[in-house]
């Protein structure tokens, strides 16, 4: 493809990124207003005015800790998921981040089991190191759900996208309306996440009938985890309150943990018929309709109420 005329000037953006690396701003914000004079790319004033607003020296300068770094990663990562600031300034404020947890911070963070290490090894490339510190978090708290959605973002990075989509598997059936469209990693869901979106209006429905619909179309992977199964099955007690009326996203929370409990009995508890049933049997309740394509997919037979003078 021949090269623009305007592609003679990305040096002057090259110049700019390595200019605010280096903390030398007011240059910086020189060399993108004298691109945007020439190219007349409109996106470059917003730009331009998004990063001018976010920038504070001081603040940016005299960072004391991992922890107030990661905080400033956070609101970074908010604004742009709230779309106030634009994936370019999101980059290159990330990258001003990176650059100071390497200066500063990663010396002491490796041997440094936390949220806030394994997040900033990701971000840095350290995938292997990421891996093992989120694992570690993960392992402590297994509702942590950021180090959980990083560390299928480091699987994703070194190329394990089975590892990845069985965290994100547990990621759904844990807090499936909690989670963006980009901690989905994989096509396949973000796609069917929108088609499901268009048809719901809500997208605290669309998410949670995405974990019903990726494990009809066995998308998901349920891995042996005995502590994560306990999480799932205590949260799903203690929340369900019978005979009360649940907004449509509530009801469709608790169908697919029931699924997720019988799903995982099915394979790694047989001999819990008990419980089984249980599950099968508050499905029923639930929701009709997502019932029955489950009957249909499991074989479960339509009489699923226990029979006389049995246990």
Known sequence: MAATLWDHFEHLLDDAEKKFLEFQFTEAVELWQKYYAITAKVEYEKFIKEIVQLWDEERFSAIPSLTQLYRLFCELREKRQKKQISSFTFELYKRLLVNIYRERFRYMAQNEVSLEAGVFEYLSGAFESAVEKLQQVVEENQEELVARIFLGHTYMALKDSKQAIAILSQNLFLAADELQEEDLYLSQFKMLLGRLHTTTGSAREAMWLLTFESWYRNYLIIKEDLP??????????????????????????????????????????????????????????LDAALFERYRKKRKTPVNIEPKEGTS
Request: aromatic residues 18%; proline residues 0%.
């Open 228 to 285: 994560f199964f306990r999480v799932i099955q205590q949260k799903e007690t203690s929340e369900r309150i019978l005979q009360v009326k649940y907004y449509a996203y509530e009801r469709y929370r608790h169908f697919v943990r029931s699924l997720f409990i019988a799903e995982y009995l099915r394979l790694y508890d047989k001999d819990n018929r008990g419980m089984l049933l249980e599950q099968v049997t508050n499905m029923a309740r």
